[in-house]
């Protein structure tokens, strides 16, 4: 079975927005939900021309299902990628759930599957799981997620983290055969839950080469399952884009700094403290090597941050930024995931600038392929 998610043009495009403005250079005030500012961000993602805006999972933030359903209200055409964790719903409650959010938006849910990558946040949630046993109870997760999305009857499980009889498949979705699901997470476990699973595989932005790595190993999990050219994959960067060359190398510069600045007052250091989770870690070795390891990359706010986070950014005009995703794009990427550090402002530039020069650039390489194989034939 394979899920089309993947718009006309060639190329994917995902927002990020937040329930109140914050980021590295924003510290997070007032209330968990700004309404207000929920709203205008979504509504600056739709009219920018996103494909879809991820809904983020933490445990001391609001429901992103419930965020997603609000904001279906308040657009036109963009998609949410709602984050989810197994383990905190039943399987069968989720497929439901989902399933009522494709309905009322009218066919824009998509899930992004996110296991949990460190034992302290899990555990305000009450999982006490180590990462493989979570990887298996995702394994076991999306299976039933997806067996009663193309059920025509009740369905039953026996397994090791779920028992189920007679689950229901009345709630359908609106998109055939069913929604699709992203996946996130780079341990061996998790490519090996990928390559079972995942319509789309995500990793944060790293170097050439360890984009091919990874996309290899994901490619040969999904193989052992008959589904190597199914999986797509995404990569997610920080823009940092300005008129001139200097001018966002100036910017990068400037938004490193104000980060320590907030960190010195909030009386922390550089976070030395190494990650659990294997994406931070692939950051964290693409820092390894400077600030500047190739071309456009900047890792220097993963370092300085921990790479707790998506936090390498591409950097200089948005032509310049444009041919940047072009060369992920010849590795095998077609979704991008991005936000800026000035969210908002970030994303309505993106859609004046970069989105429109991506597109073009990605349809011309699909002409000149086009062309280079009818005077092959």
């Known amino acids: 079975m394979t899920i089309n998610t993947l718009p006309i043009g060639g190329v994917e495009f995902i927002g990020m927005i937040q329930p109140r403005q914050q980021s590295e250079i924003h510290p997070a005030s007032g209330a968990a939900i700004d309404p207000a500012y929920l709203v205008a961000s979504a509504q600056a993602h739709d009219e920018a021309g996103f494909d879809r805006i991820l809904i983020g999972w933490y445990s ?22 709602v984050a989810h964790r197994p383990g905190f719903q039943a399987p069968t409650t989720a497929a439901r759930a989902f399933n009522t959010l494709d309905q009322l938006s009218n066919g824009r849910a998509a899930l992004h599957t996110i296991s949990g990558g460190d034992d302290t946040d899990q555990a305000r949630d009450g999982d006490w799981l180590g990462k493989d ?4 109870r995702t394994d076991e997760y999306l299976a039933i997620l997806k067996s009663i999305w193309a059920a025509k009857s ?48 995500a990793l944060w932005g790293e170097t050439h080469a360890q984009v091919r790595e990874i996309i290899s190993r994901v490619r040969a999990e999904a193989a052992k399952h008959g589904r190597a ?23 990068a510069e400037t938004i490193l700094h104000r980060i320590r600045q907030i960190r010195g007052q909030a009386a922390l250091g550089p976070n030395t403290q190494a990650p659990q989770n294997a994406g931070s870690q692939r950051l964290l070795d693409a820092a390894s090597l400077g600030d500047r ?20 950014a591409l950097v200089g005009t948005p032509e310049q930024v444009a041919e940047a995703f072009l ?32 597109k073009r650039l990605v349809a011309q390489r699909l002409a000149a392929r086009g062309a280079i194989k009818v005077a092959a034939e």
Do not use: C, M
Not at 68 to 76: F, G, I, K, Y
Not at 162 to 174: C, D, L, Q, T, W
């Open 154 to 201: 009740p369905v039953d499980h026996e397994g090791t983290y779920y028992r189920i009889k007679g689950a229901s498949p009345e709630v359908r979705s609106v998109q055939q055969p069913r929604i699709p699901l992203y996946f996130g997470g780079a341990s061996e476990a998790a490519l090996r839950v990928a390559g079972k699973h995942a319509d789309v595989y």
């Open 327 to 358: 060369e992920y794009y010849d590795l095998g990427v077609t979704t991008f995931l991005i936000r800026g550090f000035d969210p908002l402002e970030d994303a309505v530039e993106y859609g004046r600038s970069l989105l429109p020069i991506t």
């Open 229 to 251: 050219d199914q999986i797509r994959f995404s990569l997610s960067f920080r823009p940092i884009l300005a008129d001139t060359e200097d001018a966002a190398w100036g910017r």
């Open 133 to 136: 046993e979570r990887y298996d």
């Open 293 to 312: 390891p190739e071309g456009r990359l900047y890792t220097a706010i993963a370092r300085e941050t921990g790479a707790r986070g998506n936090t390498t």
């Open 60 to 81: 001391n933030g609001p429901d992103g299902l419930q965020l997603a359903s609000h904001l279906a209200a308040h657009t036109r055409k963009v998609g949410f990628l």
